[in-house]
């Protein structure tokens, strides 16, 4: 079963809502946009799993997505485990065209594509540190020893894999591609026969993980050394995403496209939360969904039956939980 499902983290959310939001005249527009590409790329690589994973028997696994852990001394994060009561299973994945060389002498995975040739830190070797972090991480919760295994996973069917080492034949469940999943799990669970644990017991362990998981929450704006000043304000149109939208008798027109919403100020204000801030006030409300009425901005945030504290001038509206939701 998919105890922790596949979903964007909150991270890559964030970046998400800095390129929809980022003035295309800024002088870093183009790199942010590719830094998206990337990240969203590494996501769906990892969301294609899914479909493979789902052959094996839902009620024998219990499948996580995207967890991050604190081993005792670091923090380590996996883009997916797969328990069963055979061992626990590290896959990393890999959203890589062309053909990939995992030079093992070397420590460096190379990749060549339409004639570019480029090198990354050697994934068996992330893997490797992974493995025993989350040893560490069993250890430091008092949770039973499972033997960990690690597959780095190539998401493409059509990317070609070449392993230059003497004994090529050995990195056959250690480098796959996405389609073997199924196998190479079942093949890596013979190796730890008979059962190392139960099923009542990988259960009770779940809640440990979902526990622990940290999502790693940044201040985006000042990580990446931009001004709010670069942020474009306003209510983005859900059907064309033109920006701003403007407020007409209770609903939000578009007047590029003509279309109008009621409750188009919500994703703005989620869109605040990941750049900004979990809180807000009336004033900020006001200067972020570009509305002249205090009385309005008041009733739009009342509407929205999230937390609040402080009174009058000072009360703050926890939006946050918008995204929680």
């Not at 626990?88 to 070397?106: C, H, Q, R, W, Y």
């Not at 809640?207 to 998981?213: G, Q």
């Not at 701003?244 to 919500?266: E, T, V």
């Amino acid at each position: 079963m998919f105890v922790k499902p596949f979903q964007k983290s909150y991270s890559l959310l964030q970046l998400e809502v800095l390129v929809k939001r980022l003035m295309a005249s800024h002088e870093q527009f183009s790199e942010f946009q590719d830094i998206y590409k990337n990240r969203m790329a590494g996501y769906k690589g990892e969301f294609s799993t899914k479909y493979p994973l789902s052959f094996l028997p839902k009620d024998d696994y219990f499948i996580f997505h995207n967890l991050r852990l604190f081993d005792g001394s670091h923090y380590f994060q996996l883009d997916i485990l797969v328990l069963s009561i055979h061992t626990a299973i590290i896959l990393e994945v890999k959203n890589m065209a062309g053909t990939l060389i995992f030079d093992i002498p070397s420590h460096q995975l190379i990749q060549i594509n339409r004639d570019a040739k480029k090198a990354f830190q050697d994934p068996l070797v992330q893997v490797d540190r992974q493995t025993n972090q989350l040893e560490k991480f069993l250890l430091y919760h008092s949770l039973p020893k499972i033997p960990v295994e690690s597959v780095v996973v190539i998401s493409s069917p059509s990317t070609i894999i070449k392993i230059n080492h003497e004994h090529p034949a050995s990195f056959e469940n250690k480098i796959i591609h996405a389609v073997r999943l199924p196998q190479t799990i079942s093949s890596l669970e013979k190796k730890h026969n008979p059962q190392i644990t139960t099923l009542n017991t990988i259960a009770a362990m779940s809640p440990i993980f979902l526990e622990n998981h940290s999502e790693l929450k940044q201040d985006i704006l000042t990580k990446s050394n931009l001004s709010s000043k670069v942020i474009k304000k306003g209510v983005i149109c859900p059907k064309c995403s033109a920006i701003p939208m403007s407020r007409k008798r209770g609903f939000w027109l578009c007047l590029s496209c003509k279309a109008s919403y009621q409750d188009a100020h919500i994703n703005a204000l989620k869109d605040y939360v990941y750049l900004f801030d979990p809180y807000i006030s009336n004033q900020k409300a006001r200067e972020f969904l570009m509305l002249s009425s205090e009385s309005a901005t008041r009733n739009l945030l009342t509407s929205l039956n999230v937390p609040r504290i402080g009174e009058r001038k000072g009360r703050l509206y926890k939006i946050g939980t918008l995204i929680d939701n």
